[in-house]
């Protein structure tokens, strides 16, 4: 899943990606939040059972896991909720939360993976995710590590799909069920009081910076959140991560902008100075908000965090 130092990106555009959800793959299976899925094939708890990845593979485990490598850092975040972080000894250069994650070795930049050192582990469950290059997860299967891959969630659904999945290979199920359902609550709570508006500020979402400016529309994670906020994006009617010209924002005139830059000095200055946006009512009105890349960008247990800070941010009044 998911999760980018966004230089890397075309131009930075999937930045989001690597830190929050990968570029490669854009949709899961909607099947994966089934029990179908995941189901353990054992009347024991510590006897053979077997659950399903999101490339349709069976993988079955002796025995419950009990070392684990993580190279996403949503699916890290995913660990820690579910509470065995302590277990993980392997995770990517991005995993910055919670604090308890910088103390674990690096073994991948989320886009590169030291499968040498992974093996030398020998971790009992490698949780995975798909990209272009299938060649890692090939080698780390061919060494004999169990690799339990996870596409890049799409939406909400899937992010928990993702925790659910993630608890049948843990034996945690009953902890998948309260965490999504606090994730549930959470949402619900932002959704009451966005309900009572009589129309929806139109937000412009910038993840690249001038002079290549990239933005996200439908079919992205990201929309999933601003939509469940209460939320217009202006372009909602693109399709993925995109790149805009400045001609079109100033033409399409957002109320408020949102900015997940996070690699440059001053994102919201930089946007506040560019030349010729003084039309747009967000600059007008001084509606630039820069938001912790970190957690809008990762598909993981704080989504409902991520709502609420979109919310709170457009409509503070609803949340004093």
Same mark, same amino acid.
């Given at each position: 899943? !998911? ?19 990968? %570029? ?16 353990? &094939?054992?009347?024991? &708890? ?23 490598? =993580? ?27 919670? @604090? ?6 690096? $073994? ?22 798909? %990209? ?63 309900? =009572?508006?009589? !129309? ?17 529309? %439908?079919?992205?994670?990201?929309? @999933? ?18 790149? $805009?010209?400045? @001609? ?8 408020? /902008? ?12 930089? /946007?506040?100075?560019? &030349?010729?946006? %003084? ?42």
């Amino acid at each position: 899943m !998911k999760f980018i130092n966004k230089k890397w990106l075309a131009p930075l555009a999937i930045s989001l990606v690597l830190v929050g959800c990968n %570029s490669q793959d854009t949709t899961k299976n909607s099947n994966t939040t089934n029990t179908d899925t995941t189901e353990k &094939e054992s009347t024991e &708890e510590t006897g053979p059972y077997t659950v399903m990845d999101d490339r349709g593979v069976e993988i079955t485990f002796e025995e419950v896991p009990e070392t684990i490598v =993580s190279l996403q850092p949503s699916n890290t975040e995913i660990l820690f909720e579910l509470g065995v972080g302590g277990q993980i000894i392997g995770a990517t250069e991005y995993d910055t939360y919670p @604090e308890e994650a910088l103390e674990i070795e690096r $073994v991948s930049t989320s886009m590169v993976i030291n499968t040498e050192r992974v093996i030398e582990m020998q971790p009992d469950v490698v949780f995975a995710y798909t %990209s272009g290059d299938a060649s890692p997860i090939e080698q780390l299967e061919s060494a004999g590590l169990k690799v339990f891959v996870i596409k890049t969630a799409a939406t909400i659904d899937d992010v928990y799909g993702d925790i659910e999945q993630m608890a049948a290979v843990l034996n945690l199920e009953e902890k998948a069920d309260e965490i999504v359902s606090g994730i549930e609550d959470q949402i619900a709570a932002v959704q009451e009081k966005t309900a =009572s508006l009589d !129309k929806k500020e139109k937000v412009y979402f910038e993840i690249s910076p001038s002079p290549d400016i990239w933005s996200v529309g %439908s079919g992205t994670f990201q929309q @999933e959140l601003i939509e469940a906020a209460g939320v217009e994006n202006i372009y909602a009617d693109q399709q993925s991560w995109f790149e $805009v010209s400045e @001609e079109d924002i100033i033409t399409r005139n957002p109320e408020a /902008i949102i900015t997940t830059v996070n690699y440059s000095e001053d994102p919201k200055g930089e /946007i506040l100075a560019r &030349e010729g946006w %003084s039309t747009i009512s967000a600059i007008q009105n001084d509606e630039v908000y820069e938001l912790n890349a970190d957690i809008l960008d990762r598909p993981g247990p704080r989504i409902g965090e991520a709502i609420e800070l979109i919310a709170s941010t457009i409509y503070p009044e609803l949340f004093n």
